[in-house]
């Protein structure tokens, strides 16, 4: 039962409009320390995922702090290790945060291998999910930015390249969950010429 509380009690701090940022980061980082829960790393990550998502239409810095910052991509590969893969079906897109990242983070002059990790961690989970509630343009999209930003990463030459190939062959994997089913339903015609 007390589980119970923790949970209603953060996400009434998590929804509420006047919490800073910073507060509601440290509110979970407390709750995950004294009350670790398959339920409470579900609602996190939800949460996380689905502030994310607004925040791509946001144009204030906090919320555009929370799509690059290192602290809270690391807290979410957390939460979304602990949280059980079946609940991940129910979790915001996450295409369109990790498209958005990909291209933020290749625009940056240094390389960040451990949010390239985390990135990797969240994506490793909740990428096939993310493809199956993609449209096959949408995954196309998100795929033309992953080479657009590759090629930048590459070029910075930082000491994230590992870790990146890492996050690249995993979106490989995930992107073949929308483009094997296109391909087998559509037949290619002859041309005229």
């Known amino acids: 039962m007390a589980s119970t509380s923790v949970e209603q009690s953060l996400l009434f701090e998590l929804r509420s409009p006047t919490t800073p940022l910073e507060n509601k980061q440290q509110s979970i980082i407390t709750a995950l320390a004294t009350n ?24 204030t810095s906090a919320q555009a702090e929370l799509l690059s910052s ?59 999910v993310g493809m199956r509630k993609a449209t096959a343009d949408g995954a196309l999209d998100g795929y033309g930015a992953l080479l657009k930003a590759t090629a930048a990463v590459v070029k910075r030459g930082g000491d994230d390249l590992g870790d ?30």
């Open 70 to 128: 290192a602290s809270w991509w690391l807290l979410l590969a957390r939460v979304v290790s602990d949280a059980p893969a079946g609940s991940a079906s129910s979790a915001p897109q996450t295409l369109p945060i990790v498209s958005h990242w990909v291209g933020t983070y290749a625009a940056q002059v240094e390389a960040q291998t451990d949010v390239v990790r985390s990135v990797t961690v969240v994506w490793t989970k909740l990428g096939a």
């Open 164 to 193: 990146w190939e890492d996050l690249v062959l995993i979106w490989l994997r995930t992107l073949r969950l929308v483009v094997d089913p296109a391909k087998a339903g559509k037949k290619v015609s002859k041309l005229p010429y």
């Open 36 to 59: 670790a829960s398959p339920s409470l790393a579900t609602l996190i990550r939800d949460w996380i995922l689905d502030t994310q998502l607004r925040s791509l239409k946001s144009n």
